[in-house]
């Protein structure tokens, strides 16, 4: 994610951090950190995002939903012994026009993106926000180091592990976090209940190859050990790298992603958690939201 | 939705309103109507929710995604014969001590919240954040009036609403919408491509009873006629006004709603749509959302 995150965090929360400073006394962050995004007052209550996704009754049941519907799908598919295809777009296929490989003999596995996704990074995500700042990569590279234990496991993440797990189904997790930061990230899931992972076995990290935040390299090289039969993610760079492709507009981007020929793998193989706090998702002006057909206007 | 949205809405837009503006030239919101919470300069871009539910390609697959299962598991209790309970508490029993009452020979119906869980206010959202506006009640009014055409259908819902009638259970909305603007809601529905929702009989709106925006009134009411075998929505009172008690605080009101008694309803009965833009899952301060366990610092 710290690729992504440093590119779109700062859409993502640049909407929620200044106004709450005007209920407050306005405040220049302080610590001694260089910050690469310029600073902003404090504001005195979190982003409206992440007062839903870490706070709210409703982002918990959001995210519970989520993982009991995978686990179910999951359980089901490891104790159906029909012949299993990948549910990793084949190397060269696009969403519009995919190929999936079959799986042969391979153990099981499902694969998963782990920030926001099998974890919530409240430590780092309140100390950013309490400083005022969208991201600072500096600060995200400590909490990649040093966050164990203050990172919590999503809701309903560990149920639904264990009973993946219990099905005989590899869990394996495939995340934009530092190579550097492995031991890092292995302690961070483990303390959050998550159980083990172990780097380049079942966590694999951004520089484990040359592809950058690109995830698909990874996913072909775990899928050619494992039959990946479900991938969980927030952002669709999860399933896909090519819908991060920059030339998509807010509008084709979401056209792609629910393109017919690949639309019924949504909540079927692919599952996707609800992060409305920062990534992708986060951009597009009220032209790109909202269609012209649905422009309204009370009658004066 | 309305008197939620009046006192809710506030607190969900003003995170977002604001600092978009401070990206472009402010100006004052414009319309000829009253404005009972104040002005604010005109965003350029919409508030970070709005781009993620409305905009993102994220935001159409969450929703899609509950639909899905929704229709499945309605689609599966259709077709299985045996005796079902409700799933609406039982008049008097709460989320901690919860009573179900036994179905009967009663014919199956799934409940829905019409706004942001069948449709996406896309008409009045845009209009009035581009106001600069969290919620004006005059414009609100005159949507409900003057909206039908301008709202969408949410992603997921015309193909999961086929599936429920067509396995025979009555679809039914229960939404704080005003009784006095029953038509404007019916068309807004039907023009959204969801098909026929007829005033007390498939549509109950805040004033068929005198217990203002709770639902549970109306609950007990479709109840007393069909068996609710599905509720769905994107606020807790969706499903039962206990959740909306204002003495709970904001980590009371998420143990509450996924107390163990209650917690494998969620998927299984009870819905859940991720709505980060307003609503009672929009408050709280920083120690409200992030428990002191988490507090993490870079070190210095």
Known sequence: MRKQVLSLLLLALTGCATPKASFGAPTL?????????????????????????????EGSIASAQVYKSMAQFVRAQALNRSAKM??????????????????????????????????????????????????DPFIWNAWEKSGAGKALAMPGAIEAL???????VTVIANTNRSAANAKGTEDALRMAGLGEFK???TLYLMGDDAMGSSKDGRRAAIAAKYCII???GDQL???????NMKSLSVADRRKLATHPAIANLWGNGWFLFSNPVY??????????????????????
Chains 1, 2 share one sequence.
Not at 29 to 57: F, H, M, N, R, V
Not at 237 to 243: E, I, K, L, S, T
């Open 279 to 300: 990534g992708p998702s986060i951009r597009g002006s009220y032209d790109e939201i909202f269609t012209s057909e649905t422009k309204w206007a009370p009658a004066q």
């Open 230 to 232: 479900a991938l969980g």
């Open 162 to 168: 264990k009973i993946m797990r219990d099905a005989g």
């Open 237 to 243: 760079g999860d399933f896909a790298q090519a819908f």
């Open 86 to 135: 990948q549910v990793v777009l084949a190397e060269g296929s696009t969403p519009d026009t995919p190929r999936f490989e079959s799986c042969g003999a391979k153990p099981l596995a499902a694969v998963f993106d782990a920030d926001e996704t099998l974890i919530w990074n409240v430590g780092a995500m309140r100390y950013m926000a309490e400083q005022g700042k969208d991201f």
């Open 29 to 57: 962050g302080k610590d001694a950190l260089a910050t690469q995004i310029g600073e902003k007052p404090t504001p005195t209550s979190p982003p409206t995002g992440q007062q839903w996704l870490y706070g709210s009754a």
């Open 199 to 201: 780097h380049q076995e």
